[in-house]
């Protein structure tokens, strides 16, 4: 199995509503990652975990929390989004996070903050 | 971290070779070069990554120049299903962290 299942695959949201997008792989990967994608945009890389510790926080805002809560499941939940944070939110997963690891994602959340 | 330079965008022509370049050239002794891909209305994808030496594998050919200042992603037969956007992505433990860090990308067209 080398897939990284994201969940839902669409969400639309209110700005006052709290929702969370789910990430699961069971390639027994301890790195794990979330993206953040605007349309015609690269990847911007918001959050990585490393042995379900988060290691690296590219200055989100609060309203983004992410959670790992054991080595194979991400979280992220959302808490009074914007319209601007509308966009597509990938996952993906290493083994260990070293640098000539390869990155496997998943398909992403396309979410819409109304 | 170090930045790659691509092209927006790039033609090909159906079961051609595509060359696609990449120009790092502040890169340092300890970043890898990452070749990524993303197709529509998909997550990214793994092509090929390499240090110093010339890489193959089933999808792709990196060829790195001596000096690591610039690469060339080689697709030997490109088809249809090879139009996407082509990342080439410097990845770095020392300076980075290990973040693997998208740039502009190149968006690569297939001409039947």
């Known amino acids: 199995d080398t897939e990284v299942t994201q969940t839902p695959k669409h969400l639309v949201m209110g700005m006052t509503n709290k929702k969370s997008l789910k990430c699961e792989q069971h390639?027994?990967?301890?790195?794990m990652y979330w993206y953040k994608q605007k349309a015609k945009k690269p990847p911007e890389l918001m959050f990585v975990y490393s042995y379900e510790k988060l290691s690296i926080n590219e200055s989100v805002p609060s309203r983004f929390s992410p959670e790992c809560p054991n080595s194979s499941l991400l979280n992220l939940h959302l808490h009074a989004l914007q319209p601007e944070d509308s966009a597509l939110y990938l996952c993906a997963s290493s083994p260990r996070g070293g640098t000539a690891e390869k990155l496997f994602f998943g398909s992403g959340t396309q979410l819409s903050v109304l | 971290d170090a930045k790659t330079t691509q092209p927006n965008s790039m033609e090909s022509n159906e079961e051609e070779p595509v060359h696609l370049p990449c120009n790092h050239s502040t890169i340092s002794g300890t970043d890898y070069i990452h070749w990524y891909r993303q197709l529509p209305s998909q997550g990214p994808e793994y092509v090929i990554h390499?240090?110093?030496s010339n890489v193959n594998n089933r999808m792709a050919s990196l060829a790195i120049a001596e000096d690591r200042k610039s690469s060339t992603l080689i697709l030997h037969r490109a088809t249809l299903r090879d139009a996407a956007v082509y990342y080439c992505?410097?990845?770095?433990?020392?300076?980075?962290?290990?973040?693997?860090?998208f740039g502009q990308g190149t968006e690569l067209s297939v001409k039947p």
């Open positions: 390639m027994g990967h301890r790195a």
């Open positions: 390499g240090l110093t």
């Open positions: 992505i410097l990845r770095d433990v020392v300076r980075g962290g290990g973040k693997l860090i």
